[in-house]
């Protein structure tokens, strides 16, 4: 073969160059090119083209044979010519007599098999894999740290007036956390720092996850939503990592909210933790929120939620990190009649008297007030089905299902008692004692 480094490439070579790197899965074009460089003894070159093609078509036989004259390898008969050559090895068989040197394979069956396996080794290295593998793990299997892709939400359109009621939780966040996002001018004239994040505490099916979202929608800001299954890895190391590349991504999509639900199961006291695993992954996690502040966090907010607080680790409370509490208690009267309203919306319903149905669901959480609903719907359903009459759901229904249901929340409330009692430490479940009171419950 010549020595390539001194053949220049024709305009023509360079532009069909230009083309195929704005159409690198046309394999024609590529062929044409490969032709090309072929022809003016650029042999390394077109065999480069040549296997970039067969890696988008494997099955291709002008690009198989280009790459056997590419190679300076005698070329291997079509596929029309191995049929022919068949059918006169198989008339020459039936005849009366066979040739001499029958039994002697001919000059183009000798190249009939041409070892790819060999042709691939060559070139390997030249032409970069069209698929790369994940690196294997100690037992053979794929990567299981794979953290590349986060589902991150685009800004969305809930907003804190979509939340009903709960208009104490409103002001609060709107003075502790959105009112210095939206005023960046006043927030320097009173030094007010965005250092920190926001924890949402509170009963189970309370919305706070909801709220989270409606934060973001405030913020017109991407969401990213964090549990434990997401970030924990049975491999050392990774976990840290997950949480490492959670952080990176929401940077990369600023401005983000990013939402660690069941903070208690990913920020556990480490006190409390035996697995060395557990304890490095809450130590990310401060390391993360230690850089809040910093430059390259700028437009990352920090929302999480737990229904243990007390179960978190000290350290992610303290100022400058998740020291913003905010108690997300059962919704209100008003919350009720905006919750009760929606589940309804879609369902046959008749005369049903809202002002009594608020009153009868006092204590219930919104996934509460969501099974009354369902069990309401349900019940009309079944009389439907016995008397063969569709019947309408009414006031009955909803406010016998009510009388079913036991709040959910009282196990919570039962467990939180205890704490606001015993273990309210600097006034950190003032809230807390302050409903627990007012309803009667301390």
Same mark, same amino acid.
């Given at each position: 073969?010549?020595?390539? %480094?001194?053949?220049?490439?024709?305009?023509?070579?360079?532009?069909?160059?230009?083309?195929? =790197?704005?159409?690198?899965?046309?394999?024609?074009?590529?062929?044409?090119?490969?032709?090309? #460089?072929?022809?003016?003894? #650029?042999?390394?070159? =077109?065999?480069?083209?040549?296997?970039?093609?067969?890696?988008?078509?494997?099955?291709?036989?002008?690009?198989?044979?280009?790459?056997?004259?590419?190679?300076?390898?005698?070329?291997?008969?079509?596929?029309?010519?191995?049929?022919?050559?068949?059918?006169?090895?198989?008339?020459?068989?039936?005849?009366?007599?066979?040739?001499?040197?029958?039994?002697?394979?001919?000059?183009? %069956?000798?190249?009939?098999?041409?070892?790819?396996?060999?042709?691939?080794?060559?070139?390997?290295? *030249?032409?970069?894999?069209?698929?790369?593998?994940?690196? #294997?793990?100690?037992?053979?299997?794929?990567?299981?740290?794979?953290?590349?892709?986060?589902?991150?939400?685009?800004?969305?359109?809930?907003?804190?007036?979509?939340?009903?009621?709960?208009?104490?939780?409103?002001?609060?966040?709107?003075?502790?956390?959105?009112?210095?996002?939206?005023?960046?001018?006043?927030?320097?004239?009173?030094?007010?720092?965005?250092?920190?994040?926001?924890?949402?505490?509170?009963?189970?099916?309370?919305?706070?996850?909801? *709220?989270?979202?409606a934060v973001a929608g405030e913020l017109g800001a991407s969401f990213?939503?964090?549990?434990?299954?997401?970030?924990?890895?049975?491999?050392?190391?990774?976990?840290?990592?997950?949480?490492?590349?959670?952080?990176?991504?929401?940077?990369?999509?600023?401005?983000?909210?990013?939402?660690?639900?069941?903070?208690?199961?990913?920020?556990?006291?480490?006190?409390?933790?035996?697995?060395?695993?557990?304890?490095?992954?809450?130590?990310?996690?401060?390391?993360?929120?230690?850089?809040?502040?910093?430059?390259?966090?700028?437009?990352?907010?920090?929302?999480?939620?737990?229904?243990?607080?007390?179960?978190?680790?000290?350290?992610?409370?303290?100022?400058?990190?998740?020291?913003?509490?905010?108690?997300?208690?059962?919704?209100?009267?008003?919350?009720?009649?905006?919750?009760?309203?929606?589940?309804?919306?879609?369902?046959?319903?008749?005369?049903?008297?809202?002002?009594?149905?608020?009153? =009868?669901?006092?204590?219930?959480?919104?996934?509460?007030?969501?099974?009354?609903?369902?069990?309401?719907?349900? %019940?009309?359903?079944?009389? %439907?089905?016995?008397?063969?009459? *569709?019947?309408?759901?009414?006031?009955?229904?909803?406010?016998?299902? =009510?009388?079913?249901?036991?709040?959910?929340?009282?196990?919570?409330?039962?467990?939180?008692?205890?704490?606001?009692?015993?273990?309210?430490?600097?006034?950190?479940?003032?809230? #807390?004692?302050?409903?627990?009171?007012?309803?009667?419950?301390?």
């Amino acid at each position: 073969m010549p020595e390539e %480094s001194f053949i220049p490439e024709s305009p023509l070579v360079q532009s069909l160059r230009t083309a195929v =790197a704005a159409a690198p899965e046309d394999v024609p074009l590529r062929l044409h090119l490969a032709e090309l #460089l072929l022809s003016a003894g #650029l042999h390394d070159a =077109a065999v480069t083209e040549v296997a970039a093609a067969l890696q988008h078509a494997p099955g291709d036989g002008a690009a198989r044979e280009l790459m056997v004259r590419a190679m300076g390898m005698p070329a291997s008969p079509s596929p029309a010519a191995q049929d022919a050559s068949t059918a006169a090895d198989q008339v020459e068989s039936a005849g009366p007599a066979a040739p001499a040197d029958s039994t002697a394979p001919d000059e183009s %069956s000798r190249h009939a098999g041409f070892d790819w396996r060999a042709a691939e080794q060559e070139v390997d290295g *030249i032409v970069e894999p069209r698929f790369v593998e994940p690196p #294997l793990a100690a037992d053979g299997s794929g990567d299981p740290g794979d953290a590349g892709a986060w589902d991150v939400s685009a800004p969305g359109v809930v907003r804190l007036a979509d939340v009903g009621g709960m208009q104490e939780v409103k002001d609060r966040l709107e003075a502790a956390f959105l009112a210095p996002m939206r005023n960046p001018e006043l927030r320097k004239l009173y030094g007010k720092s965005l250092r920190g994040g926001l924890l949402l505490y509170g009963p189970p099916g309370c919305g706070k996850t909801f *709220i989270a979202r409606a934060v973001a929608g405030e913020l017109g800001a991407s969401f990213l939503s964090v549990s434990v299954n997401d970030v924990l890895d049975m491999w050392i190391g990774n976990s840290e990592r997950n949480m490492h590349e959670v952080f990176e991504t929401a940077r990369r999509q600023a401005p983000c909210v990013v939402f660690l639900d069941e903070l208690d199961a990913l920020g556990a006291k480490r006190s409390r933790t035996q697995h060395s695993g557990m304890r490095n992954t809450v130590n990310q996690l401060l390391t993360e929120l230690d850089g809040i502040d910093s430059a390259a966090n700028e437009g990352v907010f920090v929302l999480a939620a737990t229904n243990v607080p007390w179960d978190v680790d000290i350290a992610l409370r303290r100022p400058g990190r998740l020291d913003r509490t905010l108690l997300v208690l059962p919704p209100d009267a008003t919350a009720r009649e905006a919750i009760l309203r929606y589940h309804l919306r879609d369902r046959p319903v008749e005369a049903v008297d809202l002002g009594r149905l608020v009153k =009868a669901t006092d204590g219930l959480s919104g996934a509460d007030l969501a099974h009354v609903c369902e069990s309401a719907a349900e %019940s009309a359903l079944l009389d %439907s089905v016995r008397t063969g009459l *569709i019947r309408m759901i009414g006031t009955k229904d909803l406010l016998d299902a =009510a009388k079913s249901v036991v709040p959910s929340t009282e196990p919570w409330f039962a467990a939180a008692r205890n704490v606001a009692m015993f273990a309210n430490e600097g006034g950190m479940y003032d809230d #807390l004692v302050t409903y627990l009171k007012k309803r009667r419950k301390l």
